[in-house]
């Protein structure tokens, strides 16, 4: 994992893998994942290893048959590093129980998507891991 420092701010360098778009349409901003099968739900996913970010574009970016990578600097105290350390994972784990025990309270159906769901819309943006980005092209 490589770290920055930016004007006396910590951050990691993240690798966001899109599809391949046009030289002259390159992104300003990362795309937010929709899939309901993320593993971590809605949100930004970035690696941290730009190695890996080409093994997703290979594997995942598959429609146009090209894809790109963009880096980030984001602040560690703005995001959810799901390579978790002891303090992260239980911080994780804890919010999905707590959204578990308030669908059974209210009588809800639990499933993957509806916890993914309310974590996304009415958990993550009362915590501070709101990120801010600054993407820059990587050429391949």
């Known amino acids: 994992m490589q770290r920055a420092k930016r004007k006396d701010i910590d951050y990691i360098l993240g690798y966001h893998t899109q599809e391949f778009r046009s030289a002259q349409q390159p992104l300003t901003s990362p795309i937010e994942c929709r899939s309901h099968e993320a593993w971590l739900g809605f949100g930004y996913y970035f690696w941290t290893e730009e190695e890996f970010a080409h093994y997703w574009g290979k594997d995942s970016k598959t429609k146009t048959g090209q894809y790109d990578i963009y880096t980030a600097y984001i602040g560690e105290d ?7 350390n002891e303090e992260g994972y239980y911080f994780f784990k804890d919010s999905i129980e707590k959204a578990i ?21 009415e958990f993550w943006p009362h915590t501070e891991l709101q990120a ?3 993407m820059t092209y990587l050429k391949k």
């Open 78 to 84: 703005n995001l959810l590093n799901s390579s978790f």
């Open 101 to 121: 025990a308030k669908f059974k309270k209210e009588g809800k159906r639990i499933s993957l998507e509806a916890v993914h769901r309310f974590l996304v819309d």
């Open 132 to 134: 801010s980005f600054m």
